[in-house]
């Protein structure tokens, strides 16, 4: 991302959110266009479960944040004109399942199991120009996650965690 958008998508970041959340504004780690949603990834030093298996940390985080920025992004479509945006923080992220060791295998694995589910964090703005139309703070989470993506999309990376951001802007946006 140049430079001169990544600041601008900053400063507008910490407009928007300003007061949005409980917490005070910190400055974000990330930051990800992806038209119509503008994401933010805050404190992410803090999050629950970012664990990379087989990948250098702080590439897996990157990933991990454009992925989930663009799952955002891809759903947020459907339901928001071309004048409108939908701005997020990110507070807290837990991916489906957790990092383990198996005994018999070289590497650490995660592994998903009904005790695991995918869970995120985050405020939201849904704006039109400087109009507010909607905002909230929401904590999603989906202890059936492993029912609900199937077939071939279970193999797509993050699917479980992209199931529940559509779930969410269907049933909120």
């Known amino acids: 991302m140049n430079k001169r958008i990544h600041l601008t ?19 974000p780690d990330f930051t990800f266009q992806s ?33 989930i920025s663009a799952f955002f992004g891809e759903a947020a479509k459907s339901k928001l004109t071309g004048e409108e945006t ?12 957790d990092v383990r060791f198996r005994p018999g295998v070289t590497r650490e694995l995660r592994i998903l ?30 202890i059936n996650y492993l029912n609900s993506v199937i077939g071939p999309a279970r193999d797509r990376p993050f699917a479980y965690e992209n199931q529940l951001i559509k779930n969410w802007v269907k049933k909120t946006l």
């Open 113 to 142: 199991d009904d005790l695991t589910p995918p869970r995120i964090t985050f405020s939201y703005k849904m704006m039109k120009g400087e109009q507010v139309l909607k905002q909230g703070d929401e904590k999603l989470s989906d």
């Open 9 to 27: 998508a900053c400063l507008l970041s910490g407009a928007f959110f300003a007061g949005l959340s409980s917490s005070a504004w910190a400055e």
């Open 35 to 67: 038209p119509p949603a503008v994401v933010v990834w805050s404190q992410t030093d803090t999050y629950r479960d970012v664990e990379a298996v087989d990948e250098v940390q702080s590439r897996f985080e990157q990933r991990v944040f454009k992925q």
């Open 86 to 97: 939908l701005y997020i923080e990110v507070t807290n992220l837990d991916l489906a399942g």
